[in-house]
């Protein structure tokens, strides 16, 4: 009956519209009904999906970068903490996988070529060489210009002061002040048990950072205006991949897969202006490992507590947001000699990689976080930070770009951008101390050292 | 037995019930790990030291964890009975090894002689099972069903 009526009803109608524009019907003014989409309360995946759009879209509609941290960490569930510095095995391809990060083993090609002999005289070789957007360029091209016009003849010397190259020989003595100062001079007590770290290499590796960073500011004006913290806080809260809940009241929902990263490296410098990026934001440098497993296998435990999104001692309003170098010291736990002992020496690399690559990924993402980006609005320019991780004798230097930050199952799936770390591989700084003498210092890595301290962005 | 000092003569001999199953991993577990039902007393030492010694199977860590035996059954007196509770422990090997744990029952393959009985006895059932059915014309009602 009501369709017969209704049919009574269309005929009319359906000669109405064919009278007045033969073919096209005219749109209504305004839509008569509202929009027909999936219930917000109901329990069905479209409903779901429906109230993950409401919540991205009170994300992207808030104000500050406060309000949109806040409402990112909102909901507390139990989540995987991610420790940096961790014994477990093979520990760095699992967090590779979960930050989606390619290894590339050595520095960023920039930086190797770009890294400055010692006592090498004449411009005309730096002219030689491309322009790079690294730290020496600037100094480089000023160099050229600076030498060539008093007399080509002049050598530059290794000067404090005019000069483009650092002195090394200063600064090495300044390190060795440090190390002769920390072990051999000062009279300390025996270090108490398992404090080995905080006794002699902790306080070394703070006066070496300081001292240099110091005397490098003069070249590098973004030093001049860093921020360097002691023992500061590290944190940030991420989503990877789906699982299905096991336990519980919410048992047999799919829900995302949380991590947590609270990391306090030693010591943290955090400049105003961020450092270059060192690849296109688009290039795929390698493959990502693929994990098929719970991450609860590496082992990693759940715990449930604050999403915290945090760069160390300040929030949002600071003006040093962006990250420059970390420097963190291996624990106790954690010592060449143990993994020795084991007979484990090739976890003894693993250790320092994993280090760098989840606390690089932390710092780095945090500072994108500040910037408000997030996994719906991803990054549009790289942010690159450095770390540098020792046990107090060995170092390995690591160099992070973070190209995306869309790692959620929905997001990652259409995301063909990967982030990149370069890491080496750990070489001692000196050999043994001894009698008031360094033995064996090995003048590469304190290069490598300053050449990270004097990096900075293209236009200073 | 005089009382032992460190570096004399061990003159006791402990037996302890120190055993180890290799079992198959109800969830999948990385290709390094290895899960074994371990006796209650062993420590992850303990285990260490038993597949390097006896098997010279390089460990690279060990966990253990002990399974609670649920207390819920009951038997013909009403009295609760325990499952027993056993240690589990992931054992992951050293040196790159990996272990996948095999397949302790497969197919196997049949010859044309057993293929050939399996379907006479498959087709003689079939037909047993037919001349039970009744009349198909009264469509599956039982024959004491009328009037």
């Known amino acids: 009956m009501a369709a017969l009526g209704a049919r009574r009803l269309l005929r009319p109608g359906r000669r109405w519209f064919s009278e007045t524009v033969p073919g096209a019907p005219s749109p209504p003014a305004s839509p008569l009904y509202p929009p027909v989409v999936a219930s917000i309360t109901a329990r069905s995946k479209a409903a779901k999906l429906r109230r993950l759009q409401r ?6 509609a808030a104000a500050t970068v406060e309000e949109k941290l806040r409402l990112y960490g909102k909901l507390q569930r139990p989540k995987y903490t991610v420790y940096p510095q961790t014994f477990a095995l093979n520990a760095d391809r699992w967090y590779r996988s979960f930050t989606k990060t390619v290894l ?3 520095m960023p090609p920039t930086a190797a070529a770009a890294k400055p002999p010692v006592a090498m005289a004449g411009a005309s070789s730096e002219t030689g060489r491309a322009p790079e957007p690294r730290a020496e360029a600037p100094g480089v091209a000023e160099a050229p210009g600076v030498a060539e016009a008093p007399g080509a003849a002049k050598t530059p010397e290794p000067s404090a002061g005019a000069a483009p190259y650092p002195d090394i020989g200063k600064l090495r003595s300044l390190a060795c002040d440090a190390l002769l100062q920390e072990s051999f001079y000062q009279n300390k007590k025996r270090p108490f048990l398992y404090r080995d770290q905080d006794h002699t290499p902790g306080p070394f590796l703070t006066q070496l950072v300081s001292t240099l960073a110091a005397s490098l500011s003069g070249r590098n004006p973004l030093l001049a205006a860093s921020s360097l913290d002691l023992n500061p806080e590290v944190n940030y809260y991420w989503h990877h991949g789906k699982e299905v809940v096991v336990h519980g009241h919410r048992k047999g929902r799919v829900d995302p897969v949380r991590f947590q990263i609270d990391d306090s490296p030693h010591l943290q410098i955090r400049v105003p202006k961020q450092l270059p990026e060192v690849v296109p934001l688009e290039s795929d440098l390698g493959d990502v490992p693929v994990i098929d497993h719970k991450p609860s296998k590496l082992p990693l435990f759940k715990k449930q507590y ?10 949002v309003a600071d003006p040093c947001c962006y990250g420059h170098t970390q420097f963190h010291l291996l624990p106790d736990k954690l010592k060449r000699e143990r993994f020795i002992r084991e007979r484990l020496e090739d976890q003894i690399e693993v250790v320092y ?3 760098g690559i989840a606390s690089l990924f932390a710092w780095t993402a945090a500072q994108a976080m500040y910037q408000g980006f997030w996994n719906e609005a991803d990054v549009t320019r790289p942010f690159v930070s450095q770390a540098v991780v020792t046990d107090g004798k060995y170092f390995a230097f690591f160099c992070y770009q973070l190209n995306t930050l869309a790692l959620t199952a929905e997001t990652i799936k259409n995301n063909p951008r990967k982030n990149i770390c370069w890491g080496t591989d750990s070489k001692p700084l000196y050999d043994v101390v001894e009698d008031g003498n360094v033995k064996g210092f090995n003048d590469e890595v304190l290069l490598q050292l300053v050449h990270f301290l004097l990096n900075r962005p293209k236009e200073l | 037995y005089p009382l032992f000092q460190r570096g004399g ?11 180890m199953l290799a079992v198959r991993p109800g969830v999948p577990q990385p290709e390094d790990t290895v899960q074994f039902r371990v006796s209650m007393e062993m420590t992850k030492l303990d285990i260490r030291n038993y597949l390097e010694r006896i098997y010279n199977v390089p460990v690279a860590a060990v966990r253990t964890r002990i399974q609670y035996g649920a207390n819920n059954k009951r038997n013909h007196r009403n009295q609760r009975v325990k499952k027993p509770d056993y240690k589990v422990a992931y054992v992951q090997l050293g040196q790159g090894q990996t272990f996948q ?16 009985f399996d379907d006479f006895r498959d087709k003689f059932m079939e037909k047993e099972e037919q ?3 009744g009349d198909p014309r009264r469509g599956g009602v039982p024959d004491w069903f009328g009037l």
Do not use: C, M, W, Y
Not at chain 2, 9 to 19: D, M, S, T
């Open chain 1, 353 to 355: 990689r994993s280090n």
């Open chain 2, 101 to 116: 744990f095999p397949n302790l029952f497969p197919e196997k393959e049949q010859d044309a002689e057993t293929r050939s």
């Open chain 1, 306 to 315: 604050e999403n915290k999104v945090f760069i160390g001692k300040t929030k």
């Open chain 1, 55 to 60: 919540f991205n879209e009170r994300v992207h």
């Open chain 2, 131 to 133: 001349k039970q059915e």
């Open chain 2, 9 to 19: 003569p061990q003159l006791r001999i402990f037996r302890p019930n120190f055993f």
């Open chain 1, 104 to 106: 590339v083993p050595g």
